[in-house]
């Protein structure tokens, strides 16, 4: 059984950097083909894509958003984390870490954590 | 940068049809899924690469993509169906864009 789960801060000041934990079981982020993504999605509107790193360390990034993230994996302790410099209030949102199967842009995220909510504010 | 676009909502009585658009430009020439999210819970992909059906995911939900139009189509739809529905596209060059998103709402 796949689970993924969320974990971080819940609230984080303007240029502040935050950083998620995405702590998985069921797969390994060594097997071939595996990859595991950021997503959110700011109250009331769509979901976006943030990052994804494969078993290989092959990492993606949202073009609008490469300048301020990093996705690093921990294979040993089965986690991926998630880095966003400078944050913003337009960066509050629900947080979500998910697993695909290479390659992802055809098979899509097919598990997801619960998400975490990240709000940004003074 | 790259858009894909939703119609906001979309209502349909039970037992009927409901299409759900995502256009964008030559978004056939890309790979779409769908992912459905209800309140409270986290999405799950109900198409991919296209018109593919994960396991588990019920016959009555199937997918087109051709030109600029991508579509989503629920058959029968049951009231278990009202949920958000979003759209994703990937390619090279636009990595993984989600539509704005639709409120499917079953009268």
């Known amino acids: 059984q796949i689970t993924l789960k969320e974990s971080g801060p819940t609230l984080v000041k303007p240029t502040q950097t935050l950083t998620l934990t995405c702590t998985f079981s069921?797969?390994?982020?060594?097997?071939?083909?595996?990859?595991v993504g950021w997503l959110r999605q700011p109250p009331g509107k769509a979901l976006e894509w943030l990052a994804l790193?494969?078993?290989?360390?092959?990492?993606r990034y949202s073009p609008s958003l490469k300048s301020r993230l990093a996705i690093t994996k921990d294979t040993s302790k089965n986690q991926v984390v998630l880095t966003m410099t400078n944050m913003d209030p337009v960066d509050t949102a629900t947080y979500y870490c998910?697993?695909?199967?290479?390659?992802?842009?055809?098979?899509?995220?097919?598990?997801w954590g619960q998400g975490t909510l990240v709000t940004v504010s003074s | 940068s790259y858009e894909l676009t939703q119609p906001p909502s979309v209502s349909v009585s039970p037992g009927q049809t409901a299409s759900i658009t995502c256009s964008g430009d030559?978004?056939?020439?890309?790979?779409v899924c769908w992912y459905q999210r209800k309140a409270g819970q986290s999405p799950v992909v109900v198409i991919y690469?296209?018109?593919k059906r994960p396991s588990g995911i019920p016959e009555r939900f199937s997918g087109s993509n051709s030109g600029s139009t991508a579509t989503l189509t629920i058959s029968g739809t049951q009231a278990m169906d009202e949920a958000d529905y979003f759209c994703?596209?990937?390619?090279?060059?636009?990595?993984?864009?989600f539509g704005g998103g639709t409120k499917l709402t079953v009268l």
């Open positions: 030559k978004v056939g020439d890309k790979y």
């Open positions: 069921g797969f390994s982020l060594s097997s071939s083909g595996v990859g």
């Open positions: 994703q596209a990937w390619d090279s060059t636009t990595e993984g864009v």
């Open positions: 790193i494969y078993w290989d360390d092959d990492k």
């Open positions: 690469h296209d018109n």
């Open positions: 998910a697993h695909g199967v290479s390659p992802i842009a055809v098979a899509g995220f097919d598990y």
